[in-house]
């Protein structure tokens, strides 16, 4: 019912053509995407399925479609006019690239973590209320409520509790990114989708950012895109490896990294880290 | 709740696509109908030959004086304006790069003295000229633009300068040149793109300006041969003219009108087509 | 060889100090020589008596700038308010909405309407607005007018203010990180919704400088005002009658100018208003702008 012009789907095809079986363990699944810049094929027929309630590592070098995938989930991909992107992500059996739905409550299903933190030109607890109100939650009680669980979710309540309306670029940049996590919980997402949350952090802050995704997965399911090795060893429940836009290989991380059985990914566990 | 927010991001995305189509139909009204009154009044006599009888009354004649005296002026302007203009901007990215305050309060005066109005630089150079002891004519004329253009230059021009690479001043000074060779030969060559588009951006300013000459240019119906003549420049043929009871003198004015809209359509373009063409090879 | 190559850099170092230090000294230079002209008024009245009052009477030497300053007012005024929100929806339309291929053929009109000289604006003023609001507008609201008036110079500056605020909006606006969008989206916010929660409140100092300098540049702003707005005495706001701007005065008055006494110093004291006004703004609002610039 709800739709503008730029957010409609791109092909005619139909809502939910199941020709694929779905799967009940997996929350989101990805068949035959094909993403084009202009003569540039970014992604390349990449069918995948996520598991629920597991820390999924989308690994590979810089420029692999990694990131691309990502926004591809929660129609991020829309804001970039000049990609052409076609194919199935089913997510609880919804095909949100060819829907009639209402895409900003499609993407209050996923909260986004990026590569910096950006919080919003407000203070912090607007920043946490932000997807509430947007949700049309208006008392102020169970906002209130809602911003306290969060904070204390991601560790950060006892940290801002005091200054709660001060700007959050008064908050160190670790403490952003937790800040801009609980913002994403907030909405009650299903699934998490982060784009390097710690590339731009200290040591000590990502593995603060860490620990938290290891204790959120009972309760959310977590898509990780790091091209960082050591990390997806340490997070991964389900590892997929990319390269040149498609899928090389995947399967648990003991199984993956203990034998690779492509070159491209014994290459990258060799200079990739 | 859910039906507002749809209802309203409607309404915002017509009225903002009306704001801007609608700019875009304004050009398009303001070209065509110059052209439109231009065209009619164009002919090769209105090109090739000065007014008849006085600029006010006689109706023979075309508008070449002000052609000639309009590009003398901003011919003029613009090589006195990159004399002083674009070492200035050298002196900012090279001598000062390390000098970031010095930089940025330089850049500051001169985005202020972009700002000031025509009228003030025509009433500043009317001022000078009477210091000086000179009357309305070409000098004073140009005199007068290239304050106003200056500022043009050096901005422009500058803008370009302070994205060339700060390794690329290393690597020169490394290989022996002294820092005017690195100046003029390595920076000025690298920001060539914008020195031509500061050029034209100073050009069409100042063949478009009519306050800074109407004190100090004056206005005559001969073409002007000396620097110390009074010159007669097209946006005041147009200024003029227009307001004469005589229909031929009015058609003058349009075809003055005609003649300035296309040479800063083509100043626009150029600049705009040369600056594109810089940024796309400078992406990388 | 390299006796040569010293010489050579200490005459261009030489030259550019001289070129760099003449624009520095450019603004006094300018200010001190209107004052300079302006001061045997200045001597003969006080400023406050001068800026306040309304009487104009050049022959009798009584120079009352307040007309002149209300008319400037007036037209700016209305310019701010028809441009300042078409530029902001353009300009929201141009970055948000619109795809890569259409902002390229923006940039070119963009270009053009802010390259077009102001006498063009101003015949285009004469030949459609002018018979616009006494043919059309002023009749619908049962008032005669001649079409010269405030109205007219509000709507000729509005255009030409434009592109100019437009410009500079596109570059506030630019430089928003779309990362910050990309947070909005993700949380259910709609476009609207992200422009309206954060893309106007993360640029709101840009965009307060962009209207700041927009007004310093209609204020300023000539030929245009002059062809449309009537230039009659005038220190009531009616928008269908004609007003006086600053700039038009000094314009209009620069023949007669040294043929009664002290009308020269009183044109180069309004000159100078002008100057001090715009110079004001404009160092106000870019200083605003590099301190945002700076706090990024």
């Avoid at chain 2, 309404?11 to 903002?16: D, G």
Wanted: aromatic share 10%.
């Amino acid at each position: 019912m709800y739709l503008l012009k730029e957010e409609m789907m791109t092909h005619n095809k139909m809502i939910n053509i199941v020709d694929t079986d779905i799967d009940t363990d997996s929350i989101l699944q990805i068949s035959n995407l094909n993403v084009y810049a202009g003569d540039h094929h970014i992604l390349k027929n990449v069918n995948l399925r996520i598991p629920k309630n597991k820390i999924t590592v989308l690994l590979g070098p810089s420029g692999c479609g990694k990131t691309t995938l990502l926004k591809c989930m929660n129609r991020l991909s829309d804001l970039y006019k000049e990609l052409d992107v076609s194919g199935h992500i089913y997510i609880e059996n919804d095909d949100i690239l060819n829907t009639y739905k209402n895409i900003p409550s499609i993407r209050q299903k996923m909260g986004l973590l990026s590569q910096r933190p950006y919080p919003l030109p407000m203070s912090i607890y607007k920043n946490v209320a932000y997807g509430l109100k947007l949700k049309g939650i208006r008392d102020k009680n169970l906002i209130d409520y809602n911003i306290e669980r969060h904070l204390k979710e991601v560790g950060l309540w006892d940290e801002v509790k005091d200054r709660l309306h001060n700007s959050p670029h008064s908050l160190s940049i670790g403490q952003q990114q937790r800040l801009c996590l609980a913002r994403g919980l907030a909405v009650k997402p299903r699934i998490i989708l982060a784009d390097e949350p710690t590339s731009a952090l200290d040591p000590i802050s990502s593995k603060i950012i860490e620990n938290l995704f290891k204790g959120l997965k009972k309760h959310y399911t977590i898509v990780l895109v790091t091209h960082v090795l050591r990390q997806a060893v340490r997070l991964a429940d389900n590892v997929i490896f990319m390269s040149h836009g498609e899928i090389i290989e995947q399967g648990s991380p003991e199984h993956l990294f203990k034998n690779p059985q492509t070159d491209k990914l014994k290459e990258y566990m060799v200079d990739g880290n | 709740m859910n039906r507002r927010k749809i209802i309203e991001e409607k309404i915002f995305r017509i009225l903002s696509a009306i704001a801007t189509y609608s700019l875009i139909a304004t050009l398009a009204f303001i070209i065509i109908l110059i052209f439109i009154k231009g065209f009619h009044a164009l002919s090769w006599d209105m090109v090739l030959k000065a007014p008849k009888g006085g600029y006010y009354y006689g109706g023979e004649g075309g508008v070449l004086n002000a052609i000639v005296g309009s590009l003398y002026i901003s011919i003029g302007a613009t090589i006195i304006a990159t004399i002083i203009g674009v070492p200035a901007a050298l002196y900012i990215n090279v001598y000062l790069s390390r000098r970031k305050r010095m930089q940025n309060f330089i850049r500051y005066i001169l985005d202020a003295l972009w700002g000031v109005p025509s009228i003030v630089y025509g009433a500043f150079g009317f001022t000078l000229m009477l210091f000086l002891g000179m009357n309305a004519s070409l000098l004073a004329g140009i005199i007068t633009v290239s304050f106003l253009i200056i500022p043009i230059v050096v901005r422009t021009f500058d803008e370009v300068l302070c994205n060339i690479p700060k390794g690329l001043h290393e690597a020169t000074l490394a290989l022996g040149s002294t820092r005017t060779e690195m100046a003029f030969k390595i920076i000025f060559k690298q920001g060539f793109p914008g020195f031509i588009t500061a050029l034209l951006l100073a050009f069409g300013r100042g063949i478009g300006d009519a306050a800074s000459v109407l004190f100090t240019a004056g206005y005559t119906d001969l073409i002007p041969i000396h620097l110390d003549e009074p010159a007669a420049t097209l946006p005041l043929a147009i200024f003029f003219q227009l307001s004469s009871p005589i229909p031929e003198v009015r058609e003058r004015a349009f075809a003055a009108a005609a003649i300035l809209t296309i040479i800063i359509l083509v100043i626009s373009l150029t600049a705009r087509f040369l600056s594109k063409k810089y940024s796309i090879s400078n992406l990388k | 060889m390299l006796f040569r190559r010293i010489i050579a850099d200490r005459v261009s170092t030489t030259w550019m100090v001289i070129s760099i230090s003449t624009i520095l000294v450019l603004p006094l230079v300018i200010g001190i020589g209107l004052y300079v002209k302006a001061y045997p008024l200045l001597e003969l009245k006080p400023f406050g008596e001068l800026i306040g009052s309304s009487t104009w009477l050049p022959h009798e030497q009584k120079f009352g700038f307040l007309p002149f300053i209300l008319g400037s007012l007036y037209v700016t005024l209305i310019a701010f308010c028809l441009s300042a929100p078409v530029c902001l929806l353009a300009a929201i339309f141009i970055t948000q909405f619109s795809s890569k291929r259409f902002i390229y053929f923006m940039h070119p009109v963009i270009d053009i309407l802010a390259g077009l000289p102001s006498v063009i604006y101003g015949v285009w003023g004469i030949i459609v607005i002018v018979p616009f609001i006494s043919d059309y507008l002023a009749p619908l609201f049962g008032i005669k007018s001649s079409g010269y008036t405030i109205l007219a110079g509000g709507i000729v500056l509005a255009v030409m203010c434009i592109p100019y605020i437009l410009n500079m909006l596109i570059e506030v606006f630019n430089t928003i990180p779309s990362g910050l969008k990309e947070a909005s989206l993700s949380l259910g916010a709609t476009f609207w919704e992200t422009v309206k929660h954060v893309v106007i409140k993360k640029g709101f100092p840009g965009i307060i400088s962009a209207f700041g300098l927009g007004i310093a540049k209609a204020f300023g702003e000539t030929m245009a005002v002059m062809m449309v707005v009537g230039n009659m005495l005038q220190t009531k706001f009616d928008l269908f009658d004609a007003g006086y701007p600053l700039p038009a005065l000094i314009a209009n008055n620069y023949g007669e100018m040294l043929s009664i006494p002290m009308y020269d110093s009183a044109l180069m004291f309004a000159a100078l208003l002008l100057f001090g006004i715009i110079l004001l703004i404009n160092l106000v609002f870019r200083y605003f702008i590099y301190r945002t610039k700076k706090n990024e």
